[in-house]
């Protein structure tokens, strides 16, 4: 009988607490003839340019195994909004298993510590019981913040940032990611969480359509709007619901100007495309 009850113990142990394994890897960018090393928290060992999305149960505790192959010490943190739930060390050249306590239904974003950590650019959405179809993680990166990063000091001039991106790509590389770029039909409902993970606001604008903003963060009173334009602060998220009435390819893109370009050149940078077929 002791036996059966500690198999079981185990058992419900396993259930109640889910691992999942994460890469603090360094790769690289290229901007105005430029490249620097930046880095991202992926789901292999192997670069990716966009942050990872990480998905949990609600109301039960998760696990996350954070491996750290950068060449010094980083600290790990989790918000609510502006509320630190935990703060963990990663140290060099070692993995490091994270007690995530349960949390209630909702969004939440990981970071690198705020200061020198930050500038890294590592920072992106915990998505806690939450279900969408699309997550748009926007962000624009000033090189000089990144170089500062890696040199281990803050940046200490004005903040001017050269390369506007959604979930890491720039336009036209979002018209190749299926994560990126909406696929759909007249119909269909289709909804798109919005995270900005830069410094500065971004205004969104739809091309075609009128969407509902479900839920924001950013501008709660907004919620139950609809609207072709709507601001995202930062470190701030809005859920909006797409319901096509017509066939046809649109772009969604940030209304600021200089984001729409790359190098002073249009179209480029924070642009992707809804393409609605019968």
């Known amino acids: 009988m002791r036996f059966f009850a500690l198999l079981l113990a185990i058992v419900l142990h396993a259930e109640l607490s889910f691992a999942q394994s994460f890469f603090l890897n360094k790769g690289t960018i290229t901007e105005k003839q430029a490249t620097i090393d930046i ?42 909004t502006d509320d630190l739930i935990l703060s963990e060390l990663l140290k060099t050249g070692a993995s490091k298993t994270i007690e995530i306590p349960s949390l209630t239904k909702g969004v939440y974003r990981y970071q690198l510590k705020n200061g020198i950590e ?35 000091k803050l940046s200490n001039t004005d903040y001017f940032p050269e390369r ?32 900005n993970a830069g410094y500065m606001p971004h205004s969104m604008h739809v091309h075609g359509y009128h969407v509902l903003i479900t839920e924001s963060d950013s501008n709660p009173n907004q919620t139950g709007w609809s609207k072709d334009t709507f601001p995202v602060q930062k470190d701030r998220y809005c859920f909006i619901r797409l319901i096509p009435d017509k066939p046809g390819k649109y772009p969604v893109h940030d209304h ?23």
């Open 118 to 152: 930050a500038q890294s650019g590592v920072k992106g959405l915990l998505l806690v019981g939450v279900k969408v179809d699309f997550v748009w993680r926007i962000k624009e990166l000033d090189m000089d913040y990144a170089k500062a990063f890696l040199d281990d």
């Open 39 to 80: 880095l991202r928290l992926n789901q292999s060992s192997i670069f990716d340019s966009s942050n990872a999305v990480i998905s949990i149960s609600e109301n039960q505790a998760n696990q996350l195994i954070i491996s750290n192959s950068f060449q010094r010490n980083l600290t790990f943190q989790i918000y609510k």
């Open 256 to 278: 600021y100007m200089g984001s729409v370009t790359v190098e002073g050149n249009y179209p480029g940078g924070m642009i992707t495309m809804l393409d609605v077929s019968n």
């Open 164 to 195: 506007f991106s959604i979930n890491g790509f720039i336009y036209p590389q979002t018209m190749q990611d299926v994560k990126t770029k909406v696929n759909c039909k007249v119909g269909d409902t289709v909804d798109i969480l919005i995270f």
